[in-house]
């Protein structure tokens, strides 16, 4: 029958080893999409700073996540950012971005949809395309959000001739739509409607 004695070395044994045991890991470290996500978001919250609509007139507060994309999507934004600021709209759940991707006289905006901040796009507008229908493509022109209208004006022209065609453009969960094409033939002549789409008419079931 072991004794006192032994009985009290035995415990104090048993309570060293456990005492020196490695403390538990509470979790695992974060997977390298976990890091990217994580280092996305704080970007973002640091840049919008708790607002939904804003502009970026600088480029060092651009975040690197949208700097990268914009680079990928072929938009040198840096050069004019000062006088055409990179511009935020938030409406419908989604999170829109507006930058200025082509300076100049004529010179064209890009809309990214950031709604997903892990994974942006481009988005693309219906266009008038000559001689006749509609195309699509991402740089309509100078865009111009009127919240109060909630339509976005692109206007687009060349440097070769006073024309400027605009399109109206209304926004939803699919996307832009083309309201209606507007011509104007010089400066300070009025618009001129050359196309407007037609509520839809069933026939009758």
């Known amino acids: 029958m072991p004794s006192i004695a032994s009985l009290t070395r035995w415990l104090s044994l048993v309570s060293a080893l456990i ?7 509470p979790s695992q470290e974060l997977s390298e999409a976990e890091l990217t996500r994580r280092e996305v978001r704080q970007e973002w919250f640091k840049v919008s700073n708790g607002q939904t609509d804003f502009e970026i007139s ?11 994309f914009a680079e990928k999507s072929r938009c040198p934004y ?14 419908k759940s989604a999170r829109l971005v507006i930058i200025l991707c082509r300076p100049g006289l004529f010179g064209s ?4 949809d950031l709604t997903d901040l892990q994974r942006p796009k481009v988005l693309h507008f219906p266009f008038l395309a000559t001689p006749s229908g509609f195309g699509t493509t991402d740089s309509p022109g100078g865009i111009d959000y009127q919240r ?6 692109a206007e687009s022209g060349s440097d070769t001739s006073p024309a400027v065609l605009r399109h109206v453009y209304r926004y939803d969960y699919l996307g832009f739509t083309v309201a209606r094409v507007e011509l104007r033939k010089d400066y300070g002549a009025e618009w001129t409607t050359i196309w407007e789409a037609a509520p839809w008419s069933l026939p009758p079931r």
Request: charged share 30%; net charge neutral; glycine share 2%.
């Open 109 to 112: 905006d890009k809309v990214f």
């Open 19 to 25: 005492l020196t045991q490695p403390a538990a890991v």
């Open 78 to 91: 840096e050069a004019d950012i000062g006088r055409h600021p990179i511009r935020i709209v938030s409406l």
């Open 58 to 68: 600088d480029p060092a507060s651009v975040p690197k996540f949208l700097a990268r």
């Open 148 to 153: 109060d209208k909630d339509v976005f004006l």
